[in-house]
């Protein structure tokens, strides 16, 4: 059974950064497209950045270019966000969202495994 897990998650103050990782387990075939998604209270799930699997090429909404790094380290089935100068309305729940297909996630089309959410505050 695939499983995502995601770390790194906390609480920040403005301009500061934050690091998330997700980790892939269960599966005997390495993911294809694998991307990050929020969502913050009371509002819809957005798309925050995906990256593939054969190039390892990053895509980025705009909310995250030039602020956020998506990266993966195949050998270790993880992938990560690195998150700078952070804001307020970067507060939200960060979920892991990955594909075994060959399909690239974006915003209307999400992969099918996802994981549980960690949570990222971030004061004024």
């Known amino acids: 059974q695939v499983q995502l897990a995601e770390s790194g998650g906390g609480s920040v103050q403005a301009g500061e950064s934050l690091r998330l990782s997700c980790v892939v387990s269960?599966?005997?075939?390495?993911?294809?497209?694998m991307a990050w998604f929020r969502q913050a209270p009371g509002k819809a799930q957005e798309f925050v950045a995906a990256?593939?699997?054969?190039?390892?090429?990053?895509y980025y909404a705009d909310i995250s270019k030039g602020r956020f790094t998506i990266s993966r380290d195949n050998a270790k089935s993880t992938m990560y966000l690195e998150m700078n100068n952070l804001r307020p309305e970067d507060t939200a729940v960060y979920y892991c969202?990955?594909?075994?297909?060959?399909?690239?996630?974006?915003?209307?089309?999400?992969?099918?495994?996802w994981g549980q959410g960690t949570q990222d505050t971030v004061s004024s």
């Open positions: 969202n990955a594909e075994l297909r060959p399909l690239l996630i974006r915003a209307t089309r999400p992969g099918a495994y």
């Open positions: 269960g599966s005997t075939s390495s993911m294809q497209s």
């Open positions: 990256i593939s699997g054969s190039s390892n090429s990053p």
